[in-house]
């Protein structure tokens, strides 16, 4: 399945976000998102049934993942590009990342959507940016720019 990153990567992942600055590639922590997402991993855990997961806040990409006190800023997390500049302040800040073309974003879905609409609009989202760094990376590659 193309996009698919394998599971070795999802130590590292894990591992690497404590430092401050985070030396990821974003186009393999969009992959790994994809990935997860599509393995059911905001499922319910069995640790918190009564509680839906929180997407990206519970993934491994998330710099605060399994730590609840949010030792790390939002502004350390690579999906920290994608929230508007004016909200990278905010607690749990990759809530306001628009993920359908109406503008909607996460916080916009958990009040309005069902946790099927939420993850469907994740993966379109996921899909499309992936698709748009691999055809930035593709051009640049085209004009010997590294």
Request: aromatic share 6%; net charge negative.
């Amino acid at each position: 399945m193309h996009g698919v990153v394998p599971v070795s990567l999802a130590s590292s992942l894990s591992t690497e976000v404590t430092m401050a600055q985070d030396r990821r590639d974003i186009l393999d922590v969009l992959r790994f998102e994809l990935n997860f997402l599509l393995a059911g991993g905001y499922g319910r855990s069995p640790r918190t049934p009564w509680r839906a997961p929180s997407i990206f806040e519970d993934s491994p990409i998330c710099p605060n993942f399994s730590d609840p006190s949010h030792p790390q800023p939002c502004e350390s997390c690579l999906l920290a590009e994608f929230v508007p500049k004016a909200l990278r302040q905010e607690k749990a800040a990759c809530r306001f990342i628009e993920l359908t073309k109406q503008g909607q974003t996460l916080e916009d879905l958990y009040r309005t959507g069902s946790q099927v609409e939420i993850e469907e609009a994740l993966a379109d989202w996921l899909r499309v940016q992936i698709e748009r760094i691999e055809q930035e990376r593709a051009v640049l590659g085209e004009q010997g720019v590294a």
